[in-house]
C-alpha cells in the first residue's frame, strides 16, 4: 500500500511540475506583454508632459501664479470639464454669468469645489 501511495504521490509531483512549467511559461508571456505596454505607456506620458510643460510656459500673469497655486494644492483634481452646464468634478450648475464668462475666455473657478474649469472646443453652451 505504501509504494501504491508513493507511486501516486511521484505521479502527483510530476503533474504539478508540469503544471507549475506551465504557469511560468504563461508568466513569462504576460511579463513581456506588460513590458512592451509600459514603454509604449512611459513614451506617452513623456509625450503629454512635455505638452503640458509648453502650454504651461505661455500662461501669462495672475492666471498663471493661480493655476500653479491651484495645481499645487488640488494635483490632478484643479480643474474640471463644463458637463452640460455643470462642474464636470461636483456636478454644480454654474450660473449664466459664470457660463458667460467661461464662453469668453475667462478663467472661472467653480463655486462649488473650487475647480478651475474648462471646456472643449466643441462645446457650445446651451
Do not use: H, W
Not at 505504501?2 to 504576460?30: G, H, N, P, R, Y
Request: glycine fraction near 6%.
Amino acid at each position: 500500500e505504501l509504494l501504491d501511495q508513493i507511486d501516486a504521490t511521484a505521479e502527483s509531483l510530476k503533474e504539478a511540475i508540469k503544471f507549475v512549467e506551465e504557469v511560468k511559461v504563461e508568466v513569462a508571456k504576460v511579463e513581456k506583454q506588460v513590458t512592451e505596454r509600459m514603454a509604449v505607456v512611459e513614451s506617452e506620458l513623456a509625450r503629454v508632459e512635455s505638452e503640458l510643460l509648453t502650454v504651461e510656459a505661455q500662461l501669462d500673469g495672475d492666471f498663471k501664479r493661480d493655476y500653479f497655486r491651484l495645481v499645487a494644492a488640488r494635483g490632478e483634481d484643479a480643474m474640471a470639464e463644463l458637463e452640460a452646464n455643470s462642474c464636470g468634478g461636483c456636478y454644480q450648475t454654474l450660473t449664466t454669468q459664470l457660463l458667460d464668462r467661461l464662453n469668453g475666455g475667462v478663467p472661472v473657478n467653480c463655486p462649488g469645489c473650487g475647480r478651475l474649469l474648462y471646456q472643449t472646443n466643441s462645446r457650445t453652451l446651451s
